[in-house]
């Protein structure tokens, strides 16, 4: 939109959502003309681009350490972690492969780290000062 070169992904909602269009030249104009708006635009940028940072900090972390990282950010205040509904959405979410989750987590089980129970897809963290320290 900003820069005039067209999309560049498709998202697909996975809940109900209302989309409204706003046509380039308006969009622009409303970023020279209201403040507001040209702030929040800018916020939302800022916040982007810090994102799009620390995903790429992260595809250069070991598997476990992003697997621990994310863990510890996925977790409830009761250290219940609700994964995706299969490890290779996990695995696709980390940028890793099924195997390499399914071992990530069956060493933080081994090492008393986490309670892993598969079938409700969720994880405990029984130990997340000890998982942070795999996170680093």
């Known amino acids: 939109m900003i820069d005039g070169r067209g999309h560049t992904a498709t998202f697909t909602a996975e809940t109900e959502a209302c989309v409204r ?15 507001a708006v040209r702030g929040h635009v800018l916020r939302t940028l800022a916040a982007e681009t ?13 598997a476990q350490a992003r697997l621990a990282a994310w863990m510890l950010k996925a977790a409830d205040t009761e250290g219940v972690v609700r994964l995706p509904a299969s490890q290779q959405q996990l695995a696709e979410l980390l940028g890793l492969t099924r195997v390499t989750v ?6 933080f089980r081994r090492d008393g ?20 320290l795999r996170g680093l």
Do not use: K, M, S, W
């Not at 706003?22 to 003309?33: G, M, T, V, W």
């Not at 994102?51 to 595809?59: E, G, L, M, P, W």
């Not at 399914?102 to 060493?107: E, I, K, Q, S, T």
């Open 21 to 35: 269009t706003l046509p380039r030249p308006a969009f622009l104009a409303l970023i020279d003309d209201v403040a």
């Open 102 to 107: 399914n071992r990530a987590l069956g060493a």
């Open 113 to 132: 780290l986490i309670e892993y129970d598969h079938g409700a897809a969720r994880a405990t963290l029984l130990a997340p000062e000890l998982l942070q």
């Open 50 to 62: 810090r994102r799009q940072q620390a995903r790429v900090v992260d595809t250069l972390l070991p």
